[in-house]
Every structure is written in C-alpha cells, then in structure tokens.
C-alpha cells in the first residue's frame, strides 16, 4: 500500500535478568501509519517467529492506555515523542519512514530487565502494599456522598488517582526517582477524608519502602511531569514532602 | 537525635537538609555582596577595610560564620552523597540520547556546578580570608577631613610593629589643620592586586556563571524540597530564583574582578 512506511528498530535484546544485553537491528517493512506502536511491534514479533527466531519481549495488557503494563523508551523519550501518551497509544504517523528508533526497556537499579524490554516493577507493588490503602470495615452499603468532600479537593485527588502506575516516571527521571509515582498514590488520599486516619503511617511506610527499593532521590528535574502520560503533576510531589514533614515533625 | 539521624537517612529528609542548607548560604550571599559593595566606593577601599574589621571582630558574626563553614560543608557533603545515590539507582544507561526538552540543563547537573562553586571557594578563601586571619596584610594610615570624614588622598603604608590594632586618633596635618587618622589593615589592596591576574579573574567568573547555574534551578528547588509550593506564589519564587540569584547576585559578584581587572591604578 502506498504511504506505508519502513523502518529500521534498534531493540534492547536480553535473554534473561543476569545475562548480557545487547542492541539488535531489524527492519520493519510495509507499517501503516495508522497502526499503533504495539501493533508495529507484533509485525515485526510475527516475522520474526516465522524466521525462526526469539520474537521481541514486551509488557502490554490493555492496549488502551489504562493499565500501565507497555513500557518502552523509544528514540530517548518513556513512552515515545507525544506527550501524555502510552506506548500502546502511540500511532506509528509519529514518525517517518526512512526512520530509526531506538527501543529500550525502562532503566533503573530498581527496576531490573527479565528479558529483552520487559522489566520487573514489583517495587511498585512494594511500595503499593506498605501504606496506599484504606482501612474500612465492611457492613451495608452506605449512603452516596454521606461524606461532604470539597469540589477542589475531589478534583485533585481524581487527578493523582490517574496515575497507572507505568513507571515512565522513573525512566524518565536522570536519577530514576519514583517520587511521582509515590507522590500521586501519596496524595490521592491525602486530600480526601477516607484518607485521614492513616495519613501519617502511610507517607511514612510508602517514603521508606520506596527508599528501600533503591530508586534515586529527587532533584526537581521535572522530568517525571514531562513524561508522565497521565500527566500527574509535581504539586503532588511537594504535597508528599508536606506531608512526610507533618509526619514526622508533628508527631 | 536519633530520630533526627533517621529523618536526614530518609530521600525526603535529605533533601531538606540541602534545602535548608542551600537556602541558608543564599542569606549569606546577600550579606556578602552587600558588604562588598563597599569596594566600589571611591575612598581607597577605607569604608571596605573597616568592614572587613567588624566582620571579623564583632562576636555574633564570628558565630554566624562558623555556622556558615559548618554548613558549606554539610552542603557539599550531602550533594556529594546525593549525587552519589542518584547515580547508583541506574546502573546501565540508556542506549539512546535523552531528549533534552523534558528538564533543564542546570537541574541534571548539579553536582557537578557545585563541584565547581566549591573549587572556586577553596581558592576564594585562600585568596582572601586565609591571607586576611593568618597572612601579613600590611597596615595602612588614612587621613580624613574632621569634618566631612572625606578621605584625603590614597592612605599610607605603615611598618607592621606586631602588635598593632586598627584604631583611629585625632591628629594635625603638614600646615597644622586638625585631621582624623584611621589606621587599618588594607585588605582593599590585596584584593586590588590580586585581581590583576588574568587567570584569577577567569576563573571568578567561571565561578560566578556556576554560581548562576546553580541557584536558578537550585533556589526554586529549595521551596519544592520543603514542600512550600502554591500556584498563588509559584512564580514569585521563580522569578527571585531567576532574576535576583540567577542574574543580580552573581552579576554584581562579578563585577568586582573586572572593575579592578581594568582600573586604572
Ligand atoms: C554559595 C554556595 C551555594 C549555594 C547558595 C547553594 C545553594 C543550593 C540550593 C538552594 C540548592 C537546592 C536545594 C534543593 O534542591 O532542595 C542546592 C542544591 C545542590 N547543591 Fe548547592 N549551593 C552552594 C554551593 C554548593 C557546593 C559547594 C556544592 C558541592 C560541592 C553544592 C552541591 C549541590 C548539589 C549536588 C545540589 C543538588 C542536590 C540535588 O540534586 O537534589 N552546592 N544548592
Ligand atoms: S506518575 Fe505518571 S509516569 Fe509515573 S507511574 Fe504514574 S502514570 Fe506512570
Ligand atoms: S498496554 Fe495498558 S496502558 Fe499501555
């Protein structure tokens, strides 16, 4: 088909957690424009098994930009050139034929490769699991809205609930800080009263298990807000300080 | 205390400390090149020579300025640990150029415009306030008009006896006149001279342009790491990160190599 385009992929190729990695080339071939970055990925993937060889690993679940399981740096950038867009939501007319991309998995120490570009992001799980929860006792279903909440705060805690979880923000960040990530889980129920009775044990736990799992400090880079493509914010980030501040000195 | 170890081993609790410690040595670089505007009065560096008396005989600044050593070298520690942390936390590095739209070149290199900000006050110090508490920074006489306090001419060396104090005493000039004596140590001229070296005078501005760097990111940075962040006022400190420590402070800094660089002595 005319318009179609081709282009030449530089892939991160790793058999295994401990084994040596290395950049491989391949040409994808007759790509249309309108396929999604995912779907050029699986051409390539295809003609590869039919060539009798190892298709490409990759993380992707919903393909529609809600999961937060695609995780590609491609040509620099988590997540490719737009922004506020996932991987899986990437169309390949965001980029020319002729061209080559370079496509690596996420780098960080805390988020180590399990084969080619899929990573292991249990971390966040970790961190997930020590303090960004609710406690409530179950028993009939209450009423709607029983808990006046202002509009503002709903809004912002809709907002940082937005974020998937992907960890763009960690490949982006030079010193792969989550603090984004944390901060958002941070701030969605720091800004809501569902959230107040654990508020202090909570930034506490999150803070520490994310320092446990060896991800960077924060140098308000801001990058993370770039790339982020929920485009969660770094308020949350000095909300997070505010409150780990609170914690610890008024407690 | 212990706890207060636990907080600065924590990523947040780091952060503050370079927060409240960058934001500390920021008043002083107030104070500093306030003070040392004074080289620019045209009285034959008097006015800047008392000065560097009382900054260095009044008690409470003697405090201040320990605090003020004290606290140059928790910076740099700390931001050398930081930097140190950061770098372990991505062992292997990406393939591919990182597009450099996402974040500013001064906020990826920190470490390395404080590195030099540091290189630039060992010799600043050695230059000047090494020369000044333990050096022989000569005596001088000046004398003034009883009346007005205007300096009458460039001021005269005296032979260094050991023992002398900067002290002033009434006195009559060559046709009897009643004049005032200031004697002091002449700082002024060791600063006069030193910047006559053309590489000396490079590597301030060097130092200042590091300096500018730094603080542009680094001050608004500062009120992140606390927490201290509004929309009502996000561009208030913005703008005093960018104009008056990003351009003004390192400016007039900057300027003192260079007024003496091409006086005329
Ligand atoms: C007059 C001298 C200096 C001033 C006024 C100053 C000020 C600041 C400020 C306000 C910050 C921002 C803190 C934050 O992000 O929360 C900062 C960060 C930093 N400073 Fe300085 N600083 C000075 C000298 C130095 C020196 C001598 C070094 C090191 C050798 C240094 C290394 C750093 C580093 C590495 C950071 C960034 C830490 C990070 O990435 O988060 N600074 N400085
Ligand atoms: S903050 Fe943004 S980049 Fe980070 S994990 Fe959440 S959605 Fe992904
Ligand atoms: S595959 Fe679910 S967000 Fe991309």
Redesign the pocket.
């Known amino acids: 088909m005319s318009g179609n385009m081709n282009l030449t992929l530089k892939v991160w190729r790793q058999k295994s957690q401990n084994a040596q990695g290395a950049f491989e080339t391949y040409e994808a071939k007759n790509i249309s424009p309108d396929m999604s970055f995912l779907e050029m990925m699986d051409v390539v993937n295809e003609d590869l098994i039919k060539a009798g060889k190892e298709p490409i690993a990759f993380d992707h679940d919903c393909r529609e930009g809600i999961c937060g399981m695609c995780s590609m740096y491609i040509n620099g950038r988590a997540h490719g050139p737009l922004k506020g867009v996932t991987t899986c939501q990437l169309h390949m007319r965001s980029f020319s034929s002729g061209e080559t991309i370079t496509i690596e998995p996420w780098r960080a120490s805390a988020f180590p490769v399990l084969r080619d570009l899929v990573v292991d992001r249990t971390a966040f799980e970790r961190i997930q699991q020590a303090g960004g929860y609710v406690s409530v006792n179950t028993g009939s279903v209450p009423d709607a809205n029983a808990i006046p909440i202002s509009k503002e705060n709903a809004d912002e805690a809709f907002l940082s609930a937005a974020c998937i979880g992907c960890g763009a923000c960690v490949a982006a960040c030079k010193n792969s800080s989550a603090m984004l990530f944390v901060s958002a889980k941070v701030s969605q129920y720091a800004l809501l009263p569902q959230g107040n009775v654990e508020r202090k044990e909570r930034v506490l736990k999150m803070v520490s298990q994310m320092d446990q799992e060896g991800f960077g400090?924060?140098?308000?880079t801001e990058a993370c807000e770039a790339e982020c493509p929920k485009e969660i914010k770094v308020t949350n980030i000095a909300r997070m300080n505010r409150e780990f501040l609170r914690a610890k000195l008024f407690s | 205390m212990n706890s207060a170890f636990k907080f600065l081993d924590t990523s947040i609790g780091r952060?503050v400390l370079?927060?409240l410690t960058?934001?500390f040595?920021?008043t002083f670089?107030i104070v500093h090149v306030s003070g040392n505007m004074q080289l620019f009065k045209n009285d034959y560096g008097l006015a800047f020579n008392q000065y560097s008396v009382f900054m260095t005989t009044f008690t409470p600044i003697k405090v201040v300025s320990y605090l003020l050593y004290l606290t140059?070298i928790l910076?740099?520690i700390s931001?050398?640990r930081?930097?140190m942390q950061n770098r372990a936390a991505r062992k292997i590095s990406y393939g591919a150029t990182k597009d450099p739209r996402s974040s500013s070149w001064a906020s990826k290199n920190?470490?390395i415009l404080?590195?030099i900000?540091?290189l630039f006050?060992v010799t600043h110090m050695a230059n000047f306030w090494f020369k000044y508490k333990f050096g022989d920074v000569p005596y001088v006489q000046y004398m003034l008009d009883v009346n007005s306090g205007e300096v009458l001419g460039a001021p005269v060396g005296l032979t260094d006896s050991g023992h002398m104090k900067p002290h002033e005493l009434m006195a009559s000039d060559a046709n009897g006149q009643p004049v005032k004596l200031v004697i002091v140590r002449d700082l002024y001229n060791v600063v006069k001279i030193a910047f006559q070296e053309t590489w000396l005078v490079v590597l301030y501005l060097l130092g200042m342009i590091a300096?500018a760097y730094?603080?542009v990111h680094?001050?608004q940075?500062?009120f992140q790491?606390l927490g201290i962040r509004h929309p009502s006022y996000a561009s208030l400190i913005q703008g005093i990160g960018v104009w008056v420590f990003g351009i003004l402070i390192p400016l007039l800094f900057a300027a003192m190599p260079v007024y003496f660089y091409f006086m005329k002595s």
Request: hydrophobic share 45%.
């Open positions: 400090n924060c140098s308000n | 952060k370079m927060s960058g934001l040595l920021c670089l140059i910076h740099a931001g050398f930081l930097t920190m470490g404080g590195t900000i540091l006050l300096l730094h603080l680094g001050f940075s500062s790491s």
